[in-house]
């Protein structure tokens, strides 16, 4: 071989590793932007849950209203067992993969279905139990009962979980 | 006589064509790489819009204000579609560097939120405002989103009005809202009643006209609606709200159907199928008029069931 020939090889060489050292780093630096970015995605839907839990209790598909007086942060079981049974609709709306309505006193594990209610302690929104990361907010749930065929107000303290998707 | 060559050896030939080439890559990889963080910035700057305006949506204050500003000069599109069960809207964002705007980002789509604005709305500060809107039960919080560069001048409004935007003021003296004559020469002006405005509303007749459009209102949550955005969006928004309206009309006459086991009588539910037929009919804001005398109905028999209030 001629050393000018040599020398082209040599070259040649030389360039392929340089290129080859930035395709690293490229990938390198790709790889950890793409890591902030996903990172972030979770961060704003962590914040964008636990917003929602909080005024998920004041949307007019949960909120009491002034039906139990005038209460914030009050939930109203009985629209929300109607709501239960037309969840279909409301797939996409508030951006959750589930929520659970659980009451603290008196506690138990039985789901509400619209045999059971109001004897029972968990409200599932959706088919699925909660499930994956979840915000969680106190508040009351009040449902219409009755002694005698006179109607009254019975609220009682709730934990609403609100979950959401990692990403 | 001897012919000059320029006299380049393979090697450096070689060298120069690669080198090229390499530098070539290096320099479309890293624009690629700019132009990618700017939309990038552009879609979190869209789906933060998404988060600030959760805090907006109030249980049953009459109305909030927050501010939002943002490090350079910024579009929010808002594009509204009212095709599926609650419709949507998409806010997106394009951002001005080196007096170039950005591409326009890819949207963040929302649900359950109803923002009225103008499309594009173009600045660096921004004013979001939120009002319940009922009819006749609470269907969700109408938030306005206008610029700060744009300052609203409202004259000869109603003293209910007047007052409300001083409330308002008084907690964000910054707000691009004033009562005439507090206002500067720029200003958009909104009058009540005849007069020669950009924007002209008739609170008897519950309409707006804005650019020779009409916009037709019932309460002042749609009045301000109409004021702070384009006909367009409004229409699409109106419709979405009834869209809901309906929906949640069938839920109160689930619940009506569940606490009549409790001793309530059933009073509303042929009211609510009409007024879910009426919502599902909706073509325009025009027909806001008839469905909310209904309203108005199903909201007093509402009242006198006391203890078996549905909302």
């Given amino acids: 071989m001629k050393k000018a020939q040599l020398k082209i090889q040599q070259m040649a060489f030389m360039l392929i590793a340089v290129t080859l050292f930035f395709a690293l780093i490229s990938v390198f630096v790709l790889g950890f932007r793409l890591s902030g970015a996903k990172g972030s995605a979770n961060l704003l839907a962590e914040e964008g849950a636990m917003m929602l839990a909080t005024k998920i209790a004041n949307s007019p598909e949960f909120s009491c209203g002034k039906s139990f007086g005038n209460q914030v942060d009050c939930v109203d079981a009985d629209k929300v067992m109607a709501l239960k049974k037309d969840i279909s609709k409301y797939s996409d709306f508030w951006d959750v993969s589930s929520i659970e309505i659980r009451t603290i006193y008196p506690e138990g594990d039985e789901i509400c279905t619209s045999e059971n209610y109001p004897n029972c302690n968990r409200i599932l929104i959706g088919e699925q139990e909660i499930a994956g990361t979840y915000v969680p907010n106190f508040v009351s749930l009040c449902r219409k009962e009755s002694i005698e065929d006179q109607p009254y107000n019975k609220c009682e303290l709730a934990l609403i979980m609100v979950a959401y998707e990692s990403k | ?311």
């Fill in chain 2, 1 to 311: 006589m001897k012919k000059a060559y320029l006299q380049i050896s393979f090697s450096w030939l070689f060298a120069i064509i690669v080198g090229a080439f390499i530098l070539f890559l290096a320099i479309y990889a890293s624009t690629k790489m700019i132009s990618n963080n700017k939309y990038q910035l552009d879609v979190e700057t869209a789906k933060n819009i998404e988060v600030l305006l959760n805090p907006l949506e109030t249980g049953y204050e009459s109305a909030t204000v927050t501010s939002m500003s943002l490090p350079r000069e910024t579009r929010i599109y808002n594009k509204c579609e009212n095709y599926t069960q609650f419709g949507s809207q998409t806010i997106s964002v394009s951002q001005k560097s080196l007096n170039r705007w950005s591409e326009t980002s890819d949207g963040s789509s929302i649900s359950n939120k109803y923002i009225f604005s103008t499309n594009p709305v173009e600045g660096k500060k921004f004013y979001l405002f939120a009002k319940p809107f009922e009819f006749p039960f609470k269907t969700g919080d109408v938030i306005y989103l206008t610029s700060a560069s744009d300052f609203y001048c409202f004259k000869d409004a109603d003293e209910e009005i007047e007052n409300e935007i001083s409330r308002l003021k008084e907690n964000n003296p910054g707000l691009n809202i004033g009562v005439f004559p507090n206002c500067s020469k720029e200003s958009i002006n909104v009058c009540f009643g005849t007069g020669s405005c950009e924007i002209n509303v008739d609170y008897f007749d519950k309409e707006v006209r804005k650019n020779s459009k009409k916009m037709y209102f019932e309460s002042d949550a749609l009045m301000y609606a109409a004021i702070f955005s384009e006909v367009e969006n409004y229409e699409c928004q109106v419709q979405r709200l009834m869209q809901r309206t309906a929906q949640l009309a069938e839920l109160y006459k689930e619940k009506e159907n569940i606490i009549s086991n409790q001793g309530c009588e059933k009073r509303l539910s042929s009211d609510l199928t009409n007024l879910i037929s009426l919502t599902e009919k909706l073509d325009s804001s025009a027909d806001l008029k008839g469905i909310w005398d209904l309203a108005e109905n199903i909201q007093l028999k509402n009242e006198r069931a006391q203890q078996c209030r549905l909302w």
